[in-house]
């Protein structure tokens, strides 16, 4: 590989780095809103806005390390308590971050931002550490347990500094010169450089780290801000701080190294006041060992090995059957190799799959931004709630779940929560609260959305249907039915149209991507309670759980999630109804029944459904259907290929899979046959009966 293309490759995982550290830059500055106090919220803040400053200075990009460089002191300041944690402050960090990602992204594109961007908000950044935000200092701002307590205003401490990097540190792509010179920042150094371990140069170990530096710096810093300038490399490298000025601090045990000839280091026992120091390679080692390891790997090649993965699994059905038919012949050990070859080849599926699935954290973290801006541009004030971020799902869904999130999430501001006045109108208090929630139910993902708004006005929702032309006036409408008027295309009840929404696009889109992804939403309201949005999502879409049905000679898949019981009804229990549709009483309601023999043109299938079975399974919007098939085969999951990918789109099929036989089988969607009508197999919905006598 050239050196141009490292640099390139160098530099789009840089950029790598910085998206993500930005996208969790926004929760973190969500919880340090609703809680000023929490130094680690902090902490990790000012670490993240340090790495994207000693990167940018890597690459050259002066302006994004001159801007990172003005805020990565506010953020100190904050640290010190020399600056109070206030809304001001908070809200100052919050574009100051927004500005931050706007350099980055013109970095990316190779652009130069406007001559001046972002000098206001830098000029801002310098007023704030001069003026302190407000009197009162943060209560967290205190130092670590561990850290030592910092001099009197003022007062200059002295400190001597043994810093010994180990062969790790230049691994990592750190630099020693760069420590220095950052510790020269803090005041007056006075730095030696150790060489009595370099060896001749015909010896020499490029990869190898001889050289040792002993610094004796006199600041008015703390012990602890020493620190924070190794904070980077303090795994990779052997770490001795001990203050001169005779002040006690908490005592740890130094690296075991002779000291430097001609230099006070001072031996291990003599140090009494050594405030950090890592312990040599065991030290170091453990170190590293408490912390993820992690690799980025291109998307196609993982694709690539769950495409073999799949394979493999076909393939192994395909051993199982031929095994299976010669179990007489071949004895029982035959069998039990395949038993195990099924069980490792389940695991390693699983593995496999493992390896695409990703928090939906990724996600999460870009709502808290949306919230600010849509709540302070409609002057409602909105409280975001997340739980379970750390849920993992196919990162494929994951990169379908952003457009979707925002539209429900701007929703529940614009529609869901009530003015200020309203809500103090209503006992409630002023700043409203949506929450966002994931979790995992089998094997599907579900993702709330909820607000304690004024909830669906079911009144008016039907009213303004009605007037669009969606309904008739007379319908007699179910709640349910009423709630499923916010999906449909070009349906708005805002009463005027604005850049948040009014436009009539937004819920009927949300739909869309979400039936594409195989999933569904649930609605749950309570007038002048709120309102909760539930998405139903597979949590991959490679394999799936199905069931294997009989239509005649043909084989297909059903969602086992889909599935809510199988049955043979009673004859007196089906009735044919307008336009030939047939419809079975399931319990004290009506379900309209769908051949598949008669959708799909297959012969010699059973067209009785009281000689077959019923599949009674539930659509996206909740209602239900009976899939009228011969017989169940059995459960089994199958992969997934795509139509559209080998073939042209099939209504009512939503991809297919290889049985055991090396039969093409399949996988049918739910939510489209329920919108086919029986014998032409074209979309034309059919209102079902509510008065029909069993």
Known sequence: M?????????????????????????????????????????NAIFRGVHSIKAGAGAFSFTRLVGFSHNLEAALDGLR?????????????????????????????????????????????????????????????????????????????????????????????????????????????????????????????????????????????????RIEEVFEFVEDDCDLMIEPMDGIEYPVASPAEEPAIPGLVAGEPEEAAGVVRANGGEEGAGKARGNNVSSIRVELSRVDRLVNMVGELVI???????????????????????????????????????????????????RMPRLVREV????????????????????KTVIEELADPLTHMIRNAIDHGVESPEMRRAAGKPEEGTIELTALHAGSNILIHVADDGGGIDRDRLFRKAVEKGIVSA??????????????????????????????????????????????????????????????????TLAVLDGMIVAVGTERYILPL??????????????????GGMQVAAVRGEYVRLVHLHDLFGVQDAVTDPAQGLVVLVETAQGNKIG????????????????????????????????LGNGRVALI???????????RTGSERLVPLPVDVAA
């Not at 910085?18 to 969500?30: M, N, P, R, T, V």
């Not at 012949?329 to 593995?351: H, K, N, P, W, Y």
């Not at 042209?648 to 297919?656: K, T, Y």
């Open 561 to 578: 999630t889909s599935i809510i019981e199988s049955y043979r009804p009673h004859p007196r229990t089906v009735r044919v109804v307008t």
């Open 627 to 658: 899939v009228v098939v011969d017989e169940l085969i059995g459960q089994q999951q199958v992969v997934i290929k795509s139509l559209t990918d080998n073939f042209d789109p099939v209504r009512g099929i939503s991809g297919a899979t290889i």
């Open 2 to 42: 050239s050196t141009g293309n490292e640099f390139e490759q160098f530099r789009k995982t840089f950029f790598e780095e910085c998206q993500e550290i930005l996208s969790d830059l926004d929760g973190l500055l969500a919880t340090l809103a609703a809680d000023p106090s929490d130094r680690e919220c902090l």
């Open 80 to 224: 010190d308590g020399r600056i109070a944690g206030t809304d001001q402050v908070t809200q100052l960090l919050v574009r100051a971050v927004d500005t931050l990602a706007a350099f980055v992204e013109a970095a990316q594109c190779g652009a130069e931002p406007r001559a001046g961007f972002g000098d206001e908000l830098s000029r801002d950044l310098l007023r704030m550490m001069e003026t302190g935000g407000e009197e009162r200092p943060i209560a967290s701002a205190a130092p670590k347990p561990e850290a030592a307590t910092a001099s009197p205003a003022g007062a200059l401490s002295r400190f001597r500094i043994r810093f010994k990097p180990h062969w790790e540190m230049f691994r990592h792509a750190n630099e020693p010169l760069l420590v220095l010179r950052e510790l020269r920042q803090l005041g007056t150094c006075i730095i030696a450089c150790d060489m009595s371990r370099l060896p001749a140069i015909n010896a020499l170990d490029p990869e190898e780290s001889y050289l040792c530096w002993l610094i004796e710096i006199e600041t008015v810093a703390s012990a602890a």
């Open 474 to 539: 007379n319908a007699k409408l179910s709640e349910e039915e009423i709630d499923e008027l916010l999906f449909s295309p070009g349906f708005s009840t805002a009463e005027k149209v604005t850049d948040v929404s009014g436009r009539g696009v937004g819920m009927d889109v949300v739909r869309r991507n979400i039936v594409k992804l195989g999933g569904r939403i649930q609605v749950q309201s309570a007038l002048g309670k709120g309102t909760r949005f539930t998405l139903v999502i597979p949590l």
């Open 668 to 678: 049918l969607d739910i939510e489209q046959l329920s919108a086919m009508s029986p």
């Open 315 to 365: 393939t192994q059905s395909m051993l199982a059957q031929q095994i299976a038919d010669l179990a007489l012949a071949q004895g029982s050990q035959a069998v039990r190799g395949q038993e195990d070859l099924a069980m490792l080849t389940r695991e390693l599926q699983e593995c496999v799959m493992a390896i695409r699935m990703q928090p939906v954290k990724s996600v999460f973290a």
């Open 375 to 394: 709540s302070a541009k409609l002057g409602k004030p909105i409280r975001l709630v997340t739980a379970g971020e750390l849920t993992e799902v196919d």
